[in-house]
Structure formats: C-alpha cells, structure tokens
C-alpha cells in the first residue's frame, strides 16, 4: 500500500475532547501519512465520516505511554475555562481515545493542532540577528504569557526550549509545542523533560543523568529565563562553553557568578554579547541574575512568568520625552541653569553628551554662551533627541579699578554715624633727608652746645602813655 493512501479506522471509544467538530464514538477517521511528522504526529486527519476533518494531527502513542493520561489530566484543569484553549495550551491534544484499525488492532489516539501551521516556525528556526528590538521585547513578553498559561492551570512542564517555543513574528503569535505532555497532577513527571539541552534547570539533573521526576513549575522558570535570554540578546546565556550539557553548565556555574563571564576572553562574541547585555534596562538584567545566579541553588529566587510580563511590559515602548525644562531663559556667562525632564521608556539619559539620572530628574548644567540644551533619551526599542529653549547669555564688560595705595585710612565725618565707608587712602609717611654732601667740600664740625649763662631779664613795668609823660 502507498504510504500516503488514506487510511481508515473507527473510533471505539473517546476518554476526552475538548473542541468543536471533534469526532465520536463509532465514527471513522480517514488519515494520511504525513512526511515531516512531530514525533508522535505522523499522520494528518483528512475525513471525519467523509465529512473533510478540522486541520488536526493524527498521533498513535507507543504501547505503555502515559500521553493519554496527561492530556486527560489536562482537560480536567481546564474544565473551567470556556471557550479555546489558553495560548499555552494552544498546540495541546484536544481529544484522545481509542480505534479499531483495519487489521484488527485496538491503539490509542491522540488528535492535535499542527503547531507549525499558519506561519509558526521554531525559535530555533527564527532568525533574531537585526530583528529591532521592540519586537524581541514583544516576543519575549508573548513567550512570558504562555507559561503563565502554564502555571495559572497548575501544569508543570520541563520541556520549555528553542525546538518547543514557536513563533510568528508578524503578530507576536506565541505557541508551545508538545504541552499535551505537561503534569498537573503531584508526584507526577512531565513527559518532555530531559528535552531541553540547555535549557533544563540544575536541580533536574546531577552527574549519574536526569531527573524528570525534579521538574516542577520552579524549573520552567530557569527555562523561561534562558528563553528570554535568547529572544532579546540572540546568544544563550552560556553559548561560550564548549558544550550545553547539564554537566558543562552546571561546572560553571559552581565556579562563577553571572554575568561575569561576559567579559571572558575566551569567548568569540564577548564584545557583542557585552553590548547586548548593556543595551538592556537595569531591572532586566537583575531578573537574569536572579535567575541564574541565585536561582541556581535556590529555586524560589527565580521571577515568576507574571514578574516577566510586568519588566517587559514596562519597557514595550518608543522611547518619549515627556518633559523638558530649563528653570531660566537668561544668564550670565559661566553660570548655570537646572534642567529638568521626564521620558517614558527610557533606561539611559544623556545631557549634551554625558550620562546624567534615569527617566525622571534634574541637573545642573554651566552655560557660556548663547544656546539650547540637548536631551538624548534612550530604552530598549530606540532612542529620541529634543532640546530646550534657547537660553541667552549676557556679558558684562569688566570695570577699571583705580589705584589704591595701603595702608588704607578712613576720613572721619561725612557720613550718618557708624558709617566706615571707605573715604580717602592715607597720605604716605614724609621723612626728611639730608642731602649728599657736594664733593670736595669741608664740611665744618658741628658746634658743641652753648654753655654760656642766660641772660639777666628785668621786670616787665607798665609803659606810660605819653600823654601822662609830659603831665607835669
């Protein structure tokens, strides 16, 4: 027979469905095999009783497999919940039962979504490098909210990688892969853990292998962190080592502190990955820590899915000036003028050039000559430019100042009392010099002091007038 005649086969019995046009007991499935098959999906459904079939995969789980007993448990979460499924269920099994093949064989089978349908491709496949960064950010929150699908139905997955995650650029469309294998229920092991080279968390494996039976929700989040890490940097966060195995990384780990390998020199894109770590927002960049250096010996230190979406949400955005102001319009030369701003989605404020605050603040800048302040505000999806207004700047000629000879002296009077108002400056200090004797001349001795006695002195008497004299 041809491998891709249609083949036929009866339901028997249905043990759950979830969807519109699903088929039941006693209907006959027409299916074809399909050449790029999905592991466990390796045929198409074509016909349900003739009838043309919803687009569906068609998958005959392995004598023994516990798949059946997962999407079960799956569709019993989500008992609650009308309507589709959550996006990260959306690529999940929808129905599950058993058929009566042709030659006699009862088997077990599982109907799916094609999760590469509609333009979906791996984020293996997807081609990051110049991709802008408001879209990687966009992606990467898409990828948060599938998982908190995840966990919001109590579902533990542990299969969360670059081949499960699928994306489609165009619309930020989010799937994953493979859910239908997710445990809700404890002390159960998801069914795709062990999958995910570099992307399983330490605590499932040690050096005799892997342990599914470690996964829980905690796990995701080391791989819901690596995942993010790829979408906005496009590099994994240990892509220098020689190979991604739990026993390579988790070496690593035990020796180093993340994000100090991105300046190692032996790491080829050392200075690309570097520039793509810095280009993100600070509170990023913690979450990664977190993730991968606290979370690696304690798993309730790594971000929550819902603390993803609220960074990432605070950061989907072109980056806007708000506010921008200069407190004065005119100064003097040399003086300053405080300039005040407030930006939406931006990390990085530059002032003329020099790094200055973070989204909202204020600086003082010198301004000596007439111009315009530049603001230059930058975030993860771009950068943006405005100035102030023009802020003039007037020159004052300088002064003559007249002599002034110290010591100082104040003239007293002229002025209320208690004034001490500079008046006068003091006359200077006249001595008196002898002049240089002439040359050639004897200068006579000086004389030695008279020692002769003073004079006699008589008494004064009153004079007469010369009337009185010729008085007889």
């Known amino acids: 027979m041809n491998a891709l005649t249609t083949r036929y086969a009866r339901v028997r019995s249905v043990r759950t469905s979830r969807g519109v046009g699903l088929p039941g007991p006693g209907a006959t499935l027409g299916f074809r095999f399909r050449p790029a098959g999905l592991g466990t999906y390796q045929y198409e459904l074509e016909t349900v009783d003739g009838a043309t079939a919803p687009p569906l995969l068609v998958g005959f789980p392995v004598p023994g497999d516990r798949s059946g007993d997962h999407v079960e448990d799956l569709h019993r979460a989500l008992d609650g919940r009308t309507g589709p499924l959550p996006a990260g269920f959306a690529a999940a099994a929808v129905w599950h039962g058993e058929v009566d093949l042709p030659d006699g064989r009862t088997r077990s089978v599982m109907l799916a979504p094609d999760p590469y349908a509609d333009g979906f491709r791996t984020l293996h496949d997807t081609l990051l490098d110049g991709m802008p960064p408001r879209i990687r950010l966009e992606l990467a929150y898409a990828v948060a909210g599938a998982v908190r699908d995840l966990h919001d139905a109590g579902a533990a997955f542990g299969g969360l990688n670059a081949s499960t995650v699928l994306l489609r650029v165009t619309d930020r469309g989010v799937r994953i892969a493979e859910t239908e294998s997710v445990t809700v229920r404890p002390g159960r092991s998801p069914l795709a853990a062990g999958v995910a080279a570099g992307h399983l968390a330490p605590e499932a494996y040690d050096g005799l292998g892997e342990h599914p039976e470690a996964i829980t929700a905690y796990a995701d989040r080391w791989s819901l962190a690596v995942t993010v890490h790829l979408l906005l940097t496009g590099f994994h966060p240990y892509h220098f080592l020689a190979d991604l195995s739990p026993r390579t990384i988790d070496e690593y780990l035990a020796a180093h502190t993340w994000p100090q390998h991105r300046l190692a020199a032996f790491a080829p894109f050392a200075v690309a990955y570097s520039a793509a770590l810095q280009a993100l927002p600070g509170d990023l960049v913690t979450l990664f820590a977190r993730a991968f250096q606290q979370g690696r010996d304690d798993p309730r230190a790594r971000p929550a899915a819902a603390e993803w979406l609220a960074v990432l949400a605070s950061w989907i955005g072109q980056p806007a000036i708000v506010a921008l102001h200069a407190d004065r319009g005119c100064v003097l030369a040399g003086d300053t003028v405080t300039v005040s701003w407030q930006t939406r989605f931006a990390h990085r404020i530059l002032i003329d050039g020099r790094e ?57 009077g002229g002025g209320e009392p208690g004034d001490s108002r500079l008046r006068a400056a003091a006359p200077p200090v006249m001595r008196h010099h002898a002049p240089p004797p002439m040359p050639g001349r004897h200068v006579p001795p000086a004389r030695p002091p008279s020692t002769a006695p003073p004079r006699p002195t008589c008494p004064a008497f009153p004079r007469r007038s010369d009337l009185e004299r010729h008085d007889p």
């Open 356 to 412: 200055s605050g973070a989204a909202a603040g204020s600086v003082e800048v010198v301004v000596d000559r007439p111009r315009r302040v530049l603001l230059r505000a930058i975030g993860p999806c771009g950068a943006i430019e405005a100035a102030t207004g023009r802020i003039e700047v007037v020159r004052v000629a300088p002064m003559p100042m007249p002599d002034v000879r110290f010591p100082l002296a104040f003239t007293p």
